[in-house]
């Protein structure tokens, strides 16, 4: 069973930055799609970013702000988060994506206050 670990959570004022982790018990290749997820109270879970390889996508309410990185050899993806703003607090779930199977993190809570 492939688990996920995900730190790097925690308060921050608004402007501020934080960086988030995501290790995998499992050897990760470059075409395994790799997400970062956030779900706030009351809303659905949606998607932040995605790396599949080289390719990385956003959601346009982090584009510019967040970036999304990876290290194969440390089975590891990372979300680095600056500008945030209050309406990003959410707790943020990692996702790796094997052969058409899902897998997810336990989440990491990510609070801006204003």
């Known amino acids: 069973q492939v688990q996920l670990v995900e730190s790097g959570g925690g308060l921050v004022q608004a402007g501020g930055s934080l960086r988030l982790s995501c290790a995998a018990s499992t050897r990760i290749f470059s075409g395994n799609a790799m997400a970062w997820y956030r779900q706030a109270p009351g809303k659905q879970r949606e998607l932040v970013a995605s790396?599949?390889?080289?390719?990385?996508t956003y959601a346009d309410s982090v584009k510019g702000r967040f970036t999304i990185s990876r290290d194969n050899a440390k089975s590891t993806v990372y979300l680095e988060m600056n500008g945030l703003k209050p309406e990003d607090t959410a707790v943020y779930y990692c996702n790796l994506r094997i052969l058409g199977s899902d897998f997810w993190g336990r989440g990491t809570q990510v609070t801006v206050s204003s």
């Open positions: 790396i599949t390889g080289g390719s990385s």
